[in-house]
């Protein structure tokens, strides 16, 4: 039988952190456990030593024991490796056996100090908040429910009050608790939003707005990155695509047919890529298709398959385009590449537009592939 809080059958275990953002904030909340097991134990010292003739705890040996058992090696809890943990599927268990002890060692406090008349029972009310800025809504409620149980067994074991007595605590304890999850379930959906939003942004800025292709800057990293992975066993190929006379495409059906050109186009790199290819628009007209692990033949049969859908799905407005194509098998060789590309896409327009080149490195000047006549429309 599955545990309700385990994962469903064939999926992991979630790990807390999945950013680095996220990993802070553990560490953070780490940092806040580690206060908060050096402070109580403190008020623990310090109400023991200041209490007096009948109010002096029974076992004031005890207290003053177990409070620097708990304070003294509490640091040491900041050399755990919190990136790590968070990280790992079964994280959550250190924060849970940390969450438990703590109720363990509250409890054990009070039944030291006589009961729930002792005025450390309401270190249960500290643990609480503490566990709403981490927990989502239904792990608070379990975290309570841990709360109310060792209060109840203060009471029941110290044997010091009454039914009601115990009652109110228990309903007092239990409203926190539904507060705080309350806070928690607030708390997650203003992250989530939140974390929502950045990730819009992270994506507005490494994406062109109209086409959906990668910027400028996002396409030249990873360019970058590929470059540095390219040897003679997985070569890079790069596609520049340049949209043939586009001023005349604006001019004659307007700037918003324009960008539908551009989009038309950003759609059609998009298409032809596999997972790991890279489409980007480098600027006004101007795109570019990095193909990792693509010899220079795969690499021409792609840029002819994108030069054709493009003139088919263009017809309507006369536009096409003109695409170069370069491959280098040297690492880090960014700016050769680049160069190559570009020496070809200038010779595919010299050749009349509508057209493919490849490199210009061979035995001989090669000729640009050629696009057959199209019928009833007028060269752009």
Not at 1 to 8: D, E, G, I, Q, S
Not at 131 to 141: D, E, T, W
Not at 345 to 369: I, L
């Amino acid at each position: 039988m599955r545990r309700p809080w385990a994962p469903p059958s064939g999926q992991a275990a979630r790990a807390l952190a999945e950013d680095e953002e996220q990993i802070a904030f553990w560490q953070r909340h780490t940092w806040t456990g580690v206060a908060l097991c050096v402070l109580l134990p403190l008020i623990v010292v310090v109400h023991t030593a200041l209490s007096s003739g009948s109010a002096a705890p029974q076992h004031a040996v005890a207290l003053y024991a177990l409070a620097a058992a708990v304070a003294l090696p509490a640091p040491l809890l900041l050399l755990v490796p919190i990136a790590r943990v968070v990280r790992h599927p079964h994280g959550r268990w250190f924060f849970d056996i940390w969450e438990g002890t703590g109720v363990a060692l509250v409890a054990t406090f009070a039944l030291l100090d006589g009961g729930v008349h002792s005025p450390f029972v309401m270190f249960f009310y500290v643990l609480l908040p503490h566990a709403a800025l981490s927990y989502p809504p239904l792990g608070m409620l379990i975290a309570g429910a841990g709360n109310i149980a060792g209060y109840l067994t203060v009471g029941l074991v110290a044997g010091d009050a009454s039914p009601q007595h115990l009652l109110a605590g228990v309903l007092a304890l239990a409203a926190a608790t539904v507060v705080c999850a309350y806070a928690s379930h607030n708390h997650v959906l203003v992250y989530r939003r939140t974390a929502a939003f950045a990730r819009q942004l992270a994506l507005l800025a490494e994406r062109d707005g109209l086409t959906g292709c990668l910027n400028h800057r996002t396409f030249h990293a990873r360019l970058q990155a590929e470059a540095v992975v390219t040897d003679t066993t997985h070569p890079l190929s790069l596609l520049i695509v340049d949209v043939d006379d586009f001023k005349s495409v604006n001019d004659t059906h307007g700037h918003p047919t324009g960008d539908e050109v551009l989009r038309l186009v950003g759609q059609s790199l998009v298409e032809l890529s596999r997972a790991e290819d890279t489409a980007g628009r480098l600027g006004g007209d101007e795109f570019a298709l990095l193909l990792p692990d693509t010899p220079l033949p795969r690499a021409t049969a792609v840029a002819e398959r994108l030069r054709v859908q493009v003139r088919e799905r263009a017809a309507r407005y006369g536009a096409t385009v003109s695409v170069g194509i370069a491959t280098t098998t040297q690492r880090s060789d960014t700016a050769g590449l680049l160069a190559a590309a570009d020496r070809a896409v200038y010779r595919a327009k010299n050749a009349g537009r509508d057209r493919t080149a490849g490199p210009d490195d061979g035995p001989g000047p090669q000729e640009p592939h050629r696009a057959p006549p199209r019928a009833a429309t007028s060269p752009s």
